[in-house]
């Protein structure tokens, strides 16, 4: 049972996850830090405990600062978001230590689930296709060579207990490797306390589509459908959508299936998302699975209407799953466009200030997700997000007219956003006809995409 839900995140998630509690009829409490006082979840909230100062470490990261929270206000749940502890099963296990529910997969799930490498190797015995690449974590440098050498260069280092894009390193050839593997062992270690590094092949040209699943602690799981999320900059997605555009419905259904079956097969739990990368031939390779909710989780709620915030704490609260597969329905086309403080004109440099003015757009098929209010402080404590649009279409064209109309709208004043970037992109013809890779905007330069 879970009555009471500490909400131990910030920006515009928190927001969600409140809304989420609303709707359930649950009680529930923002944990802030001192920089985020005026935030638009405590202002919402009928209750809210500061949990430490600005800086992240001592405040989202501060696991015994986030259970006294918890415990102090009567709470007996703890929902953690995306990013700060929502991986993290030390946490999870301190939840559970202390009588809390961790709104995701048990800590032992976690667990099992925590290192990149060790994920593909257990999901490729269940039937998942996966990158060719490094036999396992890479030892020293010269195992890095031999294995690199076999392999074929280029090859991309990933951090084993990496995410948000950060601490990979493409190798092109042996003298790369020599310098680049000690870089990006100590990147990873700075960034991730790990320095593990293993290796996948370089796929030049591919898409990145990814596979929502819920599954409950009684070992049912759903699949809810696929995202496409190729428009990517420093291997950061910016815009996600689905239905995927580049896949006919024989091979989204192939993927679908896979990646539900391995998935329970392998006993994973709560919501998650399976990525892959897709080549220009049609294969599709597992790389990663997200053992929380997404930053993109709304593109599936709108094709599908199930509110996966709801299903993921009722999971959590040991529910059987409310829907069987076949109950679930996909209607029209989604879009969602990450709107960041950035400065287009500046590398998209993060930009932070007092938001003066606001404009949300609105109107059929239009959904924002923010915690933006005219006054409030963007501050530079933490990652750009300031926006989600999410529209949706009975089909893509549709959905893309949507999207332009809704871009136009959008008036964020005092602060720089990516907004242009979007406008520019959105009558892009690669983006239009979906035949972009995910190095596309890396590659060509985003100022080539900014609009007015
Ligand atoms: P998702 O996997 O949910 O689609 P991302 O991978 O972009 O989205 O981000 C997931 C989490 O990682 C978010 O909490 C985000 O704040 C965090 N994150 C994303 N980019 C960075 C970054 N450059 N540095 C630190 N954290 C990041
Ligand atoms: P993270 O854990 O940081 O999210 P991922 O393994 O999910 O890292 O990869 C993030 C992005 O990096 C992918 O969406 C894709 O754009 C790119 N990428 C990852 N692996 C490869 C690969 N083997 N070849 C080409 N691009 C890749
Ligand atoms: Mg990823």
Redesign the pocket.
């Known amino acids: 049972m879970v009555t009471k839900v500490l909400i131990a995140n910030r920006g515009e998630i928190a927001v969600r996850i409140l809304r989420a509690c609303r709707d359930l009829g649950l009680p529930a409490v923002v944990a802030y830090s001192e920089a985020d006082r005026e935030s638009m979840a405590v202002k919402l909230a009928d209750e809210s405990i500061c949990i430490g100062p600005a800086e992240a470490r001592r405040s989202y990261l501060n696991q015994p600062a986030v259970i006294s929270a918890a415990m102090i206000t009567g709470c007996d749940a703890v929902h953690p978001?995306?990013?700060?502890l929502?991986e993290d099963a030390s946490f999870a296990e301190a939840c559970g230590a202390h009588d809390l529910t961790f709104i995701g997969p048990r800590p032992e799930v976690l667990e099992r689930f925590a290192s990149k490498y060790a994920v593909r190797r257990m999901l490729a015995a269940n039937g998942l296709p996966t990158v060719p690449g490094s036999n396992g974590i890479v030892s020293d440098l010269g195992d890095a060579l031999e294995q690199a050498g076999k392999a074929g260069y280029p090859v991309l280092l990933k951090p084993s207990a990496g995410?948000?894009?950060?601490g990979m390193r493409l190798v092109r050839s042996p003298r790369e490797m020599e310098t680049s593997l000690p870089l990006a062992r100590s990147e990873a270690q700075a960034a991730f306390g790990d320095d593990s590094i293993y290796f996948e092949k370089w796929i030049e040209e591919s898409r990145h589509v990814e596979v929502q699943v819920m599954v409950d602690q009684h070992g049912s799981g759903v699949h809810l459908g696929e995202r496409d999320?190729s428009i990517q900059r420093r291997h950061?997605?910016i815009i996600?959508e689905g239905p995927s555009p580049a896949m006919d419905d024989a091979s989204r259904e192939r993927l679908r299936d896979l990646a539900i079956r391995s998935v329970v097969a392998a006993g994973y739990e709560s919501a998650g998302?399976l990525e892959f990368l897709l080549d220009t031939e049609g294969n599709f390779f597992f790389i990663e699975i997200?053992c929380?909710v997404?930053?993109?989780h709304p593109v599936t709620e709108m094709l599908t209407g199930v509110d996966l915030i709801v299903e993921q704490i009722r999971i959590a609260a040991g529910d059987r799953l409310s829907l069987r597969q076949e109950q679930i329905r996909f209607r029209g086309h989604a879009i969602e466009f990450r709107i960041n403080a950035e400065d287009p004109a500046d590398n998209f440099s993060p930009q932070t200030g007092e938001i003066e003015s606001l404009n949300l757009p609105g109107g059929p098929g239009v959904r924002v997700d923010t915690h933006l209010y005219a006054g409030y402080e963007v501050p530079p404590f933490y990652?750009s997000?300031l926006a989600k649009l999410i529209v949706w279409g009975e089909t893509r064209e549709i959905a893309l007219a949507r999207s332009r109309r809704a871009l136009a709208e959008f008036e964020i004043g005092g602060v720089k956003t990516n907004i242009p970037f979007h406008r520019g992109i959105i009558d892009n013809d690669a983006f239009l006809s979906a035949r972009v890779s995910t190095n596309l905007v890396d590659r060509v330069g985003p100022a080539a995409f900014v609009g007015s």
């Open positions: 978001g995306y990013g700060f929502s995410g948000g894009g950060r999320c950061q997605k996600e998302t997200n929380r997404q930053v993109e990652d997000l």
